[in-house]
């Protein structure tokens, strides 16, 4: 098989998640290539069409902002539904998330975005690394190791299922709620202390004021 996974990757740790998704499928004997979305202005729509095309399964990785997908990632996404929607190509897709503390966009939000592409959501898996956006206080080195293992195994999971032809759909739960309300009000206005949104703040990198983060599209 082959699967091509297209990822952004902010401070490095959907980099990570993405490189090792390619070992693993790479040592099972199979293709995976993995393309920054940083060039795809570099990217014509002939050369992304037949990217897709070529493609068994299509990928988009990218780290989570508490309740949301970075702009870049939405952007792209939106992009590849306008070139692959009319040419009714029906592929797998599935989603690789990291995040620090919790992921509150879900795989529902995500098959939401890939509407009318032709593009099922076959899985949807959640790693989790460390946040080095808004935490003060690194993660201990050896509590880092000991969740890279654990998502080493997730992302062989994936690739298992991916090309067994089975779903796997992780990342329901009550967290979504918090990341529904994230969404309706991205800049956390949180002039009333009693918002439970104000809690969830620090989880969302926001406009005007994370502009590497939630604007960039050269992050490394």
Known sequence: ????????????????????????????????????IDIQISLTDVE????????????????IYGGDIPPIMRAFISRVVGLVGPQKMAKSAYAINTYGYVNAFGPTEMQKLLAGSGLTLSAYVNIRLCNNVTSSKPLDRAKLA???????????????????GRKRIKGHGPQ????????????????????????????????GLCQQLSHCQHSA
């Open 176 to 207: 979504l709620m918090i990341g529904a309300m994230i969404r309706k009000n991205p800049r956390g206005d949180c002039r009333i202390l009693s918002d439970p949104r104000c809690r969830w703040r620090q989880l969302y990198p926001l406009p």
């Open 48 to 63: 992304l069409r037949g990217m897709i095309a070529q493609a068994d399964a299509i990928g988009f990785a990218n780290p």
């Open 146 to 164: 000991k969740r890279m293992v654990k998502d080493q195994k997730e992302l062989e999971r994936l690739v298992d299922c991916l090309m067994a």
């Open 1 to 36: 098989m082959n699967f091509t996974t297209f990822y952004f990757s902010g401070t490095g740790n959907t980099r990570w998640a993405v490189r090792e998704f390619a070992r693993i499928v790479g040592e099972k004997g199979h293709q995976a290539d993995v393309v920054s």
